[in-house]
Nanobody, 124 residues
């Protein structure tokens, strides 16, 4: 079982930056795909970034490519999302996710077994 706890959300002006962190605990010895999803009010959840625990291969949705960077620190058991050039349309609840196996560029909600509670990001 895996536990995920997000932090770092908040309010920022358009064009600004914000860094989200996800504390990972539990059974993470096995090969896991980690990622970030977001959900804006009235919209479906959107997968935006993936990283594999082994090797660190990353994948991004077109909506955030070039502006967001996903990374991980094994020693601290954290997965982070550095967000730059933020836009009002980036306003959403952001969720850390995990699932065993390779990422395979899958950004579908049902592909992930574990979800954090989320952290709110507001861009004005």
């Amino acid at each position: 079982h895996v536990q995920l706890v997000e932090s770092g959300g908040g309010s920022v002006q358009a064009g600004g930056s914000l860094r989200l962190s996800c504390a990972v605990s539990g059974n993470t010895v096995s090969s896991y795909c980690m990622g970030w999803f977001r959900q804006a009010p009235g919209k479906e959840r959107e997968g935006i970034a993936l990283i594999h625990r082994d090797g660190g291969n990353t994948y991004y949705a077109d909506s955030v490519k070039g502006r967001f960077t996903i990374s991980q620190e094994h020693a601290k058991s954290t997965v982070s999302l550095q967000m730059s050039s933020l836009k009002p349309e980036d306003t959403a609840m952001y969720y850390c996710v995990a699932t065993p196996g390779w990422c395979n560029r899958r950004l579908e909600t049902h592909a992930f077994d574990y979800w954090g509670e989320g952290t709110q990001v507001t861009v004005s």
